[in-house]
């Protein structure tokens, strides 16, 4: 069974940035495509980036392309979003998970906030 735990959330001014981490306990990540996901305030869930196992492909939500980079380290298990230009409209909870034909599997974490002040 693999657990993810999100960090890096915080409270940042439009314009600012941040990174997540999404680390893995229990199993390794490094053979799954990971996806992040965000929920802002009375929303759904939505799909905001995923990599590959290899880091080979990576895909974006249209809201966050050119903004946003998804990228992994598989020796520390971990996979991180780099969010760059950060928007109020990011405002949100923010999840990973392991993603299998576009689905995300498993439990979901605790996630991480993320905050931006205009």
Same mark, same amino acid.
């Given at each position: 069974? /693999? #657990? /993810?735990?999100?960090?890096?959330?915080? =409270?940042?001014?439009?314009?600012? $940035?941040? @990174?997540?981490?999404?680390?893995? +306990?229990? @199993?390794?990540?490094s053979v799954y495509t990971v996806g992040w996901f965000r929920q802002a305030p009375g929303k759904?869930?939505?799909? /905001?980036?995923?990599? +590959?196992?290899?880091?080979?492909?990576?895909? &974006?939500?249209?809201?966050? #392309?050119?903004?946003?980079?998804?990228? @992994?380290?598989?020796? #520390?298990? +971990?996979? &991180?979003?780099?969010?760059?230009? =950060? #928007?109020p409209e990011d405002t949100a909870v923010y999840y990973c998970a392991r993603v299998l034909g576009?689905?995300?599997?498993?439990?979901?974490?605790?996630?991480?906030?993320?905050? /931006?002040? $205009?």
């Amino acid at each position: 069974q /693999v #657990k /993810v735990v999100e960090s890096g959330g915080g =409270l940042v001014q439009a314009g600012g $940035s941040l @990174r997540l981490s999404c680390a893995a +306990t229990g @199993r390794t990540l490094s053979v799954y495509t990971v996806g992040w996901f965000r929920q802002a305030p009375g929303k759904e869930r939505d799909f /905001v980036s995923s990599i +590959t196992w290899n880091g080979g492909s990576t895909v &974006y939500a249209d809201s966050v #392309k050119g903004r946003f980079i998804i990228s @992994r380290d598989n020796a #520390k298990n +971990t996979v &991180y979003l780099q969010m760059n230009s =950060l #928007k109020p409209e990011d405002t949100a909870v923010y999840y990973c998970a392991r993603v299998l034909g576009g689905t995300p599997q498993g439990d979901w974490g605790q996630g991480t906030q993320v905050a /931006v002040s $205009s």
